[in-house]
């Protein structure tokens, strides 16, 4: 039984920081791309983030860029998201999703396991 199971998220105030951990059991995580995703209220469900298995290649969403970090640690089958500078529109609920791709992307329905997700609050 595949399994993906976030964690990390929380209430913090605008230019603040919060790490979330992706917990990964039941797929060959080391051989898997890794994304991290986002849906605010009344939104759709959106790329931010993405990191290939060999850690090789990371793409982020230009609204993140240079606040937010993605990594694994394949020792541990764990995909994380650093993430800095956060802004009140960085609210959203963020699911961690894995895809049998090798490459980056950032196209959800290639994207064949989800997380529960985990809840992101950022306050003005």
């Known amino acids: 039984q595949v399994q993906l199971v976030e964690s990390g998220g929380g209430l913090v105030q605008a230019g603040g920081s919060l790490r979330l951990s992706c917990a990964a059991s039941?797929?060959?995580?080391?051989?898997?791309?890794m994304g991290w995703f986002r849906q605010a209220p009344g939104k759709e469900r959106e790329f931010v983030a993405a990191i290939t298995w060999s850690v090789a290649g990371t793409y982020y969403t230009d609204s993140v860029k240079g606040r937010f970090t993605i990594s694994r640690d394949n020792a541990k089958n764990t995909v994380y998201l650093q993430m800095n500078s956060l802004k009140p529109e960085d609210t959203a609920v963020y699911y961690c999703a894995a895809t049998a791709r090798a490459v980056i992307t950032i196209t959800r329905p290639e994207y064949d396991y989800w997380g529960q997700g985990t809840q992101v609050t950022v306050s003005s």
């Open positions: 039941g797929l060959p995580f080391s051989r898997r791309t």
